[in-house]
């Protein structure tokens, strides 16, 4: 017959292995789970659109099977697609933005597209990076100004707004509470109960 452990035993190893196992879950949510999650808030998916130039007159069409055909022989510019940047700012800005003027490109390669015939991309991803960078030259609505008021204040119940840069501080914030946690399961498990 094996001999039990003795408590100090029990505890010695539910600590360690509580404290691996933070250590493991709160570095993946940290490191792997809240970069994922903060790509896909902080960036933006645009529609894309060929430019069509008819009667002197420049037009942006969506960048479809149906539309390319039919409006193939007025392209404007073959070696682009184009993008709305209003599709892309925070709404509190998207207000200000002039649709009419915020029209930026994007080379067929970044697309992997040879072509706007046989290119069939009808979205693409801006990262958080690229945003600001247009937002630095957005044209807004006559009368009407973006200012950083207007941007999207960080947060502390939302930790997406802290940046990309709220990796640790969420890291000590998580294994802080996972270590509450198995502290009050260990003395729940480990503690004799007063008589």
């Given amino acids: 017959m094996k001999p039990m452990l003795s408590?100090?035993?029990?505890?010695?190893?539910?600590?360690?292995?509580?404290?691996?196992?933070?250590?493991?879950?709160?570095?993946?949510?940290a490191f792997v789970?809240?970069?994922?999650?903060?790509?896909?808030?902080?960036?933006?998916?645009?529609?894309?659109?060929?430019?069509?130039k008819a009667?002197?007159?420049?037009?942006?069409?969506?960048?479809?099977?149906?539309?390319?055909?039919?409006?193939?022989?007025?392209?404007?510019?073959?070696?682009?697609?184009?993008?709305?940047l209003c599709e892309a700012v925070p709404n509190s800005v998207r207000v200000a933005c002039?649709?009419?003027?915020?029209?930026?490109?994007?080379?067929l390669k970044d697309l992997g597209c040879n072509s706007i015939k046989g290119c069939n991309a009808s979205t693409y991803h801006l990262s958080e990076e690229q945003i600001s960078q247009y937002i630095a030259g957005l044209t807004t609505l006559p009368g009407r100004t973006v200012s950083l008021q207007d941007l999207p204040r960080p947060s502390l119940s939302d930790p997406v707004s802290w940046g990309s840069g709220a990796q640790w501080p969420i890291f000590f914030i998580s294994l802080f509470a996972a270590i509450?946690?198995?502290?009050?399961?260990?003395?729940?498990?480990?503690?004799?109960?007063?008589?």
Wanted: avoid cysteine.
């Fill in 33 to 52: 789970l809240f970069p994922q999650i903060y790509s896909r808030r902080t960036s933006a998916l645009v529609r894309l659109f060929f430019q069509t």
């Fill in 98 to 107: 002039d649709s009419s003027a915020n029209w930026y490109p994007i080379d």
């Fill in 180 to 195: 509450k946690l198995g502290r009050g399961i260990g003395e729940f498990l480990f503690t004799p109960y007063a008589k």
């Fill in 55 to 84: 009667k002197g007159e420049t037009t942006y069409l969506p960048n479809t099977p149906n539309w390319r055909e039919a409006h193939l022989d007025q392209l404007s510019n073959s070696s682009y697609l184009y993008f709305d």
């Fill in 7 to 29: 408590s100090h035993r029990k505890t010695s190893i539910f600590t360690a292995v509580w404290l691996v196992g933070s250590l493991l879950v709160s570095g993946y949510f």
